[in-house]
């Protein structure tokens, strides 16, 4: 498996992982469980922190897809693996509908008016927005004009080239090991898949030798707590939870466990909210605060994990619990099958806050790195 974390630069070499710290796929079932305060004991001998391979350390040939499968051109210079192929084409599968839309545009097409015209409401529906969208267009008929492009396949890969340049600062590795324990705050609204997230997180977590340590913060939604204890014990990972406690205590106390524990990772679930919900934005403050009081610098990471599918709303939060928060990161989740995926351009050109992650589907393999070639290689197709 490819790595999802950057190596500190002082790092020495990577070791491989066995096998058997390897993430598998999860089963989609939830049940309850009968534990009250804590899901299950840190595993014995959890590993401190370890050196972590850095992107793409180790790379293979590229094998062929199945021929019933779509061909998916892997971006220049990267080389892919059989699950990295998978993992594009299953995101490719994802943005299907913004690139079947954007691409037709350019079959047998004239470079005119009408076909900026066309492409500039295909980008609107694809919740690029207006800012990035008429960046775009004014960029496109720039590089038109003094590359002297006369086909339609060439301005294609104009726009591909010019989409890269505007969403490669978004692309930033989560690097790990500079902070003991390395805290993070997540956030983000109901429905967004925040817990999933958490749950995703710490099984890639652990199999780049990290323990970790989950907060169950979110003490206002029916179940949340029991939930993220479901993923605690499918990670056999320690859950710090109160049936019905201050969110901000629960963070307090899992970072000084954390603290006691050595262990190298803390996320903490924080309760769902609308961005318009002030008094609730202000407890997230608090909560912050409060973590910085545990443990000075914390958090280290404030993510906001973000429903794919929600469109320039999505644009909305972010601006809302960065102001909020501070974000460090984003996370997108659910862009497979009716998500457009354009609000990342109108990120990168309104708010721009780095996107650690984006996901895919339920399975653990679904969630992985932003690589800006990727994306717009499934977007543009």
Not at 5 to 10: D, E, Q, V
Not at 84 to 98: C, N, P, Q, V, Y
Request: charged residues 20%; aromatic residues 4%.
């Amino acid at each position: 498996m490819f790595s999802f974390f950057k190596k500190k630069p002082a790092a020495p070499a990577a070791v491989p992982l066995p096998p058997a710290q390897m993430p598998a796929p999860l089963d989609d079932a939830i049940s309850a469980p009968t534990a009250s305060t804590a899901s299950a004991a840190l595993p014995e001998g959890s590993m401190r922190t370890q050196p972590l391979r850095t992107r793409y350390a180790t790379t293979s040939s590229l094998v062929a897809p199945a021929a019933a499968a779509p061909t998916v051109t892997p971006p220049p210079g990267i080389e892919v693996s059989d699950k990295k192929l998978s993992w594009m084409m299953r995101l490719k599968a994802g943005l299907s509908k913004t690139s079947s839309n954007l691409s037709l545009l350019f079959v047998g097409a004239k470079i005119d008016d009408d076909l900026y015209e066309e492409l500039e409401g295909a980008l609107l529906m694809a919740d690029a927005g207006i800012d990035a969208t008429a960046f775009l267009l004014d960029a496109l008929k720039k590089k038109v004009k003094e590359d002297k492009l006369l086909d339609a396949a060439a301005v294609k890969a104009a726009l591909k080239a010019l989409l890269i340049d505007l969403l490669t600062p978004l692309q930033k590795p989560f690097e790990l090991g500079r902070h003991q324990p390395l805290v993070m705050m997540i956030s983000g609204v109901n429905g967004a898949g925040k817990t999933t997230t958490i749950g995703k997180l710490a099984k890639h977590l652990q199999a780049h030798g990290q323990s970790v340590l989950l907060a169950a913060g979110d003490t206002f939604r029916a179940a949340a707590r029991e939930q993220l204890m479901v993923w605690g014990e499918r990670n056999n990972v320690t859950v710090i939870s109160q049936e019905s406690g201050d969110p901000a205590a629960v963070a307090f106390d899992a970072v000084h466990s954390a603290k006691a524990r050595t262990v190298n990772v803390v996320m903490i679930d924080t309760a769902g909210r609308l961005p318009t919900q002030l008094h609730l934005m202000e407890e997230l403050k608090k909560i912050k605060r409060v973590i910085g009081k545990g443990m000075d610098g914390a958090p280290h990471e404030t993510l906001l994990v973000i429903d794919g599918n929600t469109g320039q709303n999505a644009l909305a939060q972010v601006k809302t619990f960065d102001a909020a928060l501070n974000l460090t990161g984003l996370v997108i989740t659910k862009l497979d099958g009716t998500a457009k995926g354009g609000v990342l351009a109108a990120i990168a050109r309104v708010h721009p806050v780095p996107v650690y992650f984006i996901g895919i589907g339920e399975q653990i393999e679904d969630l992985q790195p932003f690589v800006a070639a990727e994306f717009v290689d499934a977007l543009l197709g």
